[in-house]
């Protein structure tokens, strides 16, 4: 079985655990082993990918944590400027050298989060966004809402796409006439 780690970066009052329960809830295929990872299993190719979600609490996350990640999700409330500028300072601030080789890929999330907020903010403009983007250095920039299991599923392919490497096979040794002559025996 192959693994594709990814770290889970997130603007901190948006909830990651929240986020990861989503993502697991709008694909039937996730099923939780600890409080703050997520599992998933998915066929490619007829071989079975195990994908993780490291979501840890961004107050506990250590260099190490960066080292054994394949990718780096970082996500924000796509409908609060607020969330996009916690999730910047929370980079600039802890994240950023510590994240210098890792693949990185933003993530905006849409839709309910605001639907039963008493107070609601501006929305990230595009190019607050993009400029965000440029700043990690993020491979892609999704904006998923956590409704949809083709928007979360692409998110995936991306890093499945990005990251992923199979392990070469051994080659398996016949014995051929050519094979046979070679060998001494002593």
């Avoid at 998933?40 to 054994?68: A, H, W």
Wanted: glycine share 4%.
């Amino acid at each position: 079985m192959e693994a594709i780690n990814i770290l889970v970066l997130g603007d901190p009052l948006f909830g990651k655990s929240l986020l990861a329960e989503r993502f697991a809830m709008a694909t039937g295929n996730y099923c939780v082993i600890e409080p703050y990872i997520y599992k998933v299993m998915q066929q490619i190719d007829g071989s079975t990918i195990q994908f993780s979600l490291m979501n840890i609490p961004n107050e506990d996350i250590r260099q190490e944590d960066f080292v054994k990640a394949n990718a780096v999700l970082m996500v924000f409330d796509e409908d609060d400027v607020e969330s996009l500028e916690r999730l910047q300072r929370l980079w600039t601030e802890h994240f950023e050298a510590m994240c210098e080789s890792s693949l990185v890929i933003l993530c905006g999330i849409t839709s309910y989060v605001h639907r039963d907020r008493l107070f609601y903010h501006n929305n990230a403009t595009r190019q607050e966004i993009e400029d965000f983007k440029d700043k990690t250095e993020a491979t892609a920039y999704f904006s998923v809402d956590l409704g949809s299991q083709e928007q979360i599923f692409q998110v995936f392919d991306r890093f499945y796409n990005e990251t992923f490497v199979p392990k070469p096979r051994k080659r398996e040794r016949s014995l051929s006439l050519k094979s046979l002559k070679s060998l001494k025996f002593w």
